[in-house]
C-alpha cells in the first residue's frame, strides 16, 4: 500500500499551532509520508515547524461541534496543539500521523 492511501486529507488551512512558551499561530499544516508541515501564513512571520513523524511518541485528538484539537507529544519532549477547524479534516490528520508513527 502506498503512503498516499493513508493520507485522505494532505492540507489544512487556518490551523492554529499552540506550543509552550510561543504565542499561538495561525497557518496551513501539511501531512506527507514522513513529515508534518506547518507554516505560518500571517504577514512578517516566516515561522515554520516541520516533524519527522517518526519522531512522535503519542497522540491525543479531542474534537467539539464542528472543529478538533490535536495534541502531539514528541520523544524529545516537545509537545504541540493543533486547533483544526472541521472535525473530518481533524480525524483524517489524526488517522494518518497514527499510521505513520506506528
Do not use: W, Y
Not at 491525543?60 to 472535525?87: F, H, W, Y
Amino acid at each position: 500500500m502506498e503512503f498516499s492511501d493513508h493520507i485522505k486529507t494532505a492540507n489544512v488551512e487556518d490551523v492554529v499551532l499552540r506550543q509552550p512558551l510561543h504565542p499561538p499561530s495561525r497557518g496551513t499544516l501539511c501531512i506527507t509520508g514522513h513529515h508534518l508541515l506547518f507554516s505560518d501564513r500571517e504577514e512578517g512571520s516566516s515561522q515554520q515547524v516541520l516533524l519527522l513523524l517518526r519522531n512522535i511518541d503519542a497522540i491525543e485528538k479531542r474534537t467539539s461541534g464542528s472543529s478538533g484539537t490535536i495534541t502531539i507529544k514528541c520523544k524529545d519532549l516537545r509537545v504541540l496543539q493543533l486547533d483544526i477547524p472541521g472535525m473530518e479534516q481533524c480525524l483524517n490528520i489524526a488517522h494518518s500521523i497514527e499510521v505513520f508513527c506506528s
